[in-house]
């Protein structure tokens, strides 16, 4: 396995967070990728981007969010907060994010970006339902004082929404029968069965019929057949399966956010963030958003990206003012594309956050036409 080094930076408010690092390449311009994991993975899962970091000039930084392993479990005030959809807890987030950037810039030394603005930085990624942690940071001014503020803003380079589910984004559900929800299957009855099922087949390969429609219907949302050779999960150890794997975590933290109060709250912070003429020009306005997701997802990653692409071609098209915003869709990948393509996955991430003003990217598959 690739080496890397575990550290834990605590926060002013007392606040652990846990991270893998890549340590820094042997240059003076190198990027720093920070990443959020998802639900019920935690940030060892996304190792192998270590593997890859160094020649692509970059420098890892593989995070931990609350409750998972290493890092400070929330308050029972703290979830309660969440089970209503109060917006302090995504505030909070926010500033822990700063925080820890702004550790970053001090104990590391992170280079700032080059005048190109292609190289230096930080990125940082949210991946799956990381991405409602990272989209908290560039949500509202008020959340991060004006001093840690101006510490981060000229630092942070890029944001990258990877592979999140409709809900991370707080986007309504497609209107189709038969949806499959894998928690929800009767032939599983134990919450580790539930578990196993939906981390088997939220990591499988799905052939949609005919994405490039931009319709639901265009999505495979069925329950797929049991084939196991098709998942990312089944072909972990597993030793791997363990050390990767959080379900106490996953069900205290991050399943009570697919209830009605917290999306409302996400749906409010995702329009916010790429569509508030106030926030796109004063918070973090140098921040362009790269969303990118595999052609063989999960529904939830592909409705994720058809919805956020169907929201900002619409923007675009009314000539509203909204954040800069690339859209990128991997061939061949699944939700885990850092795991079974990680130096493909990687070189797209880098190259879509290396350009001086991002624009729509049309895909193969997705068309404002």
């Known amino acids: 396995m690739t080496q890397f080094t575990e550290h834990t930076c605590t926060l002013p408010d007392g606040i652990d967070i846990f991270y893998t690092d890549s340590g820094a390449p042997a240059t003076r311009d190198y990027t720093t990728l920070v990443a959020f994991h998802g639900t019920g993975f935690n940030g060892f899962s996304l190792w192998p981007l270590h593997k890859h970091a160094h020649q692509r000039n970059v420098r890892t930084i593989l995070c931990n969010r609350r409750d998972y392993h290493g890092s400070t479990p929330h308050t029972n005030d703290e979830i309660a907060e969440l089970q209503s959809g109060n917006k302090a807890f995504q505030d909070r987030l926010a500033l822990q994010t700063a925080w820890l950037l702004a550790h970053l810039i001090e104990h590391q030394h992170t280079p700032r970006p080059t005048g190109d603005g292609k190289k230096g930085g930080f990125v940082l990624m949210g991946?799956?339902?990381g991405a409602a942690s990272a989209l908290a940071l560039l949500a509202d001014p008020?959340?991060?004082?004006?001093?840690?503020?101006q510490t981060i803003e000229p630092y942070l380079r890029s944001l990258v929404l990877y592979d999140p589910p409709f809900q991370a984004l707080g986007h309504p559900p497609p209107s189709l029968p038969g949806l499959y929800d894998a928690f929800a299957d009767p032939d599983y009855t134990t919450l580790d069965a539930k578990f196993t099922?939906?981390?088997?087949?939220?990591?499988?390969?799905?052939?949609?019929?005919?994405?490039?429609s931009r319709d639901a219907a265009g999505m495979f949302v069925a329950k797929p057949p049991a084939d196991t050779a098709n998942s990312t999960?089944?072909?972990?150890?597993d030793e791997e399966k363990a050390r990767y794997s959080e379900i106490v975590a996953a069900v205290r933290v991050d399943l009570p956010a697919l209830a009605a109060a917290m999306q409302a709250t996400l749906k409010t912070q995702f329009h916010s963030v790429l569509f508030s003429t106030d926030l796109v020009t004063s918070h973090f306005p140098r921040t362009p958003i790269l969303h990118i997701s595999g052609a063989e997802t999960c529904y939830p990653g592909m409705w994720g990206y058809m919805s956020s692409f169907s929201s900002y071609a619409a923007a675009q098209e009314r000539g509203d003012v909204s954040r800069p915003t690339t859209f990128k869709i991997v061939e061949g990948g699944n939700h885990f594309m850092h795991y079974d393509m990680p130096e493909i996955f990687l070189k797209e991430v880098m190259a879509n956050c290396s350009m001086n003003i991002p624009t729509i990217q049309l895909s193969p598959h997705v068309s404002t036409s």
């Open 127 to 129: 991946w799956s339902y």
């Open 142 to 149: 008020v959340a991060i004082p004006g001093e840690l503020y």
């Open 197 to 212: 099922n939906f981390q088997r087949w939220i990591s499988s390969y799905y052939k949609h019929p005919n994405i490039a």
């Open 233 to 237: 999960f089944d072909r972990w150890t």
